[in-house]
């Protein structure tokens, strides 16, 4: 896919971050869109920011966790834009905590959202993507989706889950040919609300660190922002890539974990001993 005029592109987690900065660069390039969002406030607030762009805009409050609601989405955009080409399968949330620590429900509703709706928006929308002759699946992992860290056991599943769902995608596609391809995205520190908006819990004491400062930390690394992840993820579809680094982080952790799979897990347990005292 060169070019995004004339497409019809439908986005999740569109009402902040990197989705809200994928909608108005798409916007930009003359792309109609069909924005989703569990908040209808955000959600209200991108569709403000695009009537300066003559696209058609429709959206939808949808939990991505929810199959129904997906599917009734993914019908809802065929049957108002006529077509769809891209789906930015976007949404996600966080959570701190240790493995032990965390509760079966926050990790069923973690992973409700950052695996189960990648794999509902790409197979909702995959029959009508292959209709489309021109499509393409860009699935959000993250830089925790290469390595694992202490306290991110349910994040890091889930985006490990997500990188190995897309790549095996990719090469189905590949092997078919019918005009559709994925890529599989992995930022790290994208200035977005995630990191205010994770749940953390006291389990992280366990390992001498304090809820309130972590959380105050990992948002401090949230350097990228949203609009240059956008317009990198945008090239990379225009490129067919298979795979996406975004930002020092992510390219930094990929090297390591490439040169030392099993010793950067040390690396990370003796650095987030540190930043534990340091944060005393």
């Not at 078919?176 to 990191?195: D, F, M, Q, Y």
Request: net charge positive; hydrophobic share 45%.
């Amino acid at each position: 896919m060169k070019s995004f005029n004339n497409k019809v592109a439908a986005i999740t987690g569109a009402g902040s971050g990197i989705g809200q900065a994928l909608a108005i660069a798409l916007a930009k390039q003359g792309c109609n869109l069909a924005l989703s969002d569990v908040n209808e406030n955000g959600l209200a607030n991108t569709v403000t920011l695009l009537q300066a762009y003559p696209v058609k805009v429709t959206r939808q409050v949808v939990d991505v966790a929810k199959r129904e609601e997906m599917a009734s989405w993914a019908k809802s955009v065929v049957d108002q834009h006529q077509q769809v080409n891209l789906i930015f399968n976007n949404a996600g949330v966080a959570i701190g905590s240790t493995a032990k620590g965390v509760s079966y429900e926050d990790l069923e509703w973690l992973i409700g959202i950052n695996f189960w709706g990648v794999v509902y928006g790409t197979k909702e929308f995959l029959p009508y993507l292959k209709q489309s002759g021109d499509g393409h699946i860009i699935n959000i992992s993250s830089m925790f989706g290469l390595t694992a860290q202490p306290t991110q056991s349910a994040y890091n599943a889930s985006k490990f889950a997500v990188r190995g769902f897309t790549e095996a995608l990719g090469q189905e596609l590949d092997i078919e040919k019918l005009g559709v391809s994925a890529t599989c995205v992995h930022p790290g520190g994208i200035r977005t609300n995630i990191a205010k908006a994770a749940r953390i819990n006291n389990s992280v004491t366990s390992l001498g660190m304090d809820p309130a400062k972590s959380q105050d930390a990992f948002d401090k690394i949230l350097r990228t922002p949203a609009e240059e992840a956008a317009a990198l993820i945008l090239k990379a579809v225009q490129k067919n890539s298979r795979r996406l680094l975004i930002g020092a982080n992510a390219k930094a952790v990929d090297i390591l974990q490439r040169l030392m799979p099993q010793g950067y897990q040390k690396i990370f347990a003796t650095a987030t001993a540190l930043q534990a005292r340091f944060l005393k």
